[in-house]
Nanobody
Framework: VQLQASGGGLVQAGGSLNLSCAAS????????MGWFRQAPGKEREFVAA????????YYADSMKGRFSISRDNAKKTMYLQMTSLKPEDTAVYYC?????????????????????WGQGTLVTVSS
């Protein structure tokens, strides 16, 4: 699976931005997908994840209520809708994929769980 994130840009605080992650490969629909972000000088941070069927979604506490993850398996694309953006949301956002499910959802919050990564898209939120 190859992943390509897009949709980043510059937005004012309180604004919204929609990210996309396009995947190649025949088995996208069976993968659990996730979004992570990394700010300068900081470790990569979990944002959200979604199961292959979209039946389960997971969010970092600081993103709940502001971010929404979704996917369209027919289009092989995952999305991250971000609202009420804050300057501290500024980071490079990465999409990732793992080919099998875990019974413990905590695994989806860990970068090392994921086998495939996109190149990242920069989101800058100005104050």
């Amino acid at each position: 699976v190859q992943l390509q994130a897009s949709g980043g840009g510059l937005v004012q605080a309180g604004g919204s931005l929609n990210l996309s992650c396009a995947a190649s490969g025949r088995t996208f629909s069976t993968y659990t997908m996730g979004w992570f972000r990394q700010a300068p000088g900081k470790e990569r941070e979990f944002v959200a994840a979604i199961s292959w069927s979209s039946g389960s979604t997971y969010y970092a506490d600081s993103m709940k209520g502001r971010f929404s993850i979704s996917r369209d398996n027919a289009k092989k694309t995952m999305y991250l809708q971000m609202t009420s953006l804050k300057p501290e949301d500024t980071a490079v956002y990465y999409c990732a994929a793992v080919p099998f499910p875990y019974s413990n959802s905590d695994y989806y919050t860990r970068p090392r769980t994921y086998n495939y990564w996109g190149q990242g898209t920069l989101v800058t939120v100005s104050s």
